[in-house]
């Protein structure tokens, strides 16, 4: 498991900050919550083409915060709806280690794996780089300094 640095608090309105990473193809799991919905509307404004992973109830929600591709995680198992590898992988999901492997895996070579929830329960290897995140409320996120 690489060790990954703590978070680093920035605000809400400091858009770029997720800006920065500079990569394009972003999945976001567990986007139908709270920060999710930040966090897909600040991707895309970044320039990212994001892929959503949210229940049915959010799928339009998804598509009017512009997500290029919208995947409902009670009807398609995550490994079958992989449209990767992304560059930047974010888990806002609880999902069980082996769901998070799963999800580490569709991280690209030398991507980055973000987690605000369970961390991997194997090392992705391939240079991508695990990197754990807090968010603690609507108008506080943490996102890594790439
Ligand atoms: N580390 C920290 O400091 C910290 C602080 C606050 C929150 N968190 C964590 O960060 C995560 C996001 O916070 P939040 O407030 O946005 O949570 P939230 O409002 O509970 O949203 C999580 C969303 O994940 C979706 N989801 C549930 N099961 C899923 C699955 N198996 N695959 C994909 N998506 C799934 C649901 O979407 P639908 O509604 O579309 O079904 C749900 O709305 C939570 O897990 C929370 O516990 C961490």
């Given amino acids: 498991m690489t060790t990954a640095p703590g978070p680093r608090r920035v605000r809400a309105d400091d858009r770029l900050s997720y800006g920065r990473v500079g990569a394009p193809r972003r999945r ?3 986007a139908g919550g709270a920060v999710g919905g930040f ?3 600040l991707a895309h404004r ?3 083409e994001v892929t959503a992973t949210a229940g049915a109830r959010s799928a339009q929600r998804m598509r009017s915060f512009d ?3 919208v995947i409902d995680y009670a009807a398609t198992p995550v490994v ?3 449209k990767g590898p992304f560059d930047v992988v974010l888990n806002l999901a609880p999902t ?3 769901h998070t492997d799963a999800l580490a895996a569709l991280t690209a070579d030398g991507g980055v794996f973000v987690t605000a929830t369970t961390a991997p329960a194997t090392e992705p290897g391939r240079e991508v780089r695990v990197v754990r995140m807090a968010a603690r409320s609507a108008t506080s996120l943490s996102w890594p300094t790439c």
């Fill in 67 to 69: 997500a290029a591709h």
């Fill in 96 to 98: 069980t280690p082996e």
């Fill in 39 to 41: 966090a897909v509307q």
């Fill in 28 to 30: 976001i799991n567990g």
């Fill in 80 to 82: 079958q709806a992989a």
């Fill in 46 to 48: 970044a320039g990212a």
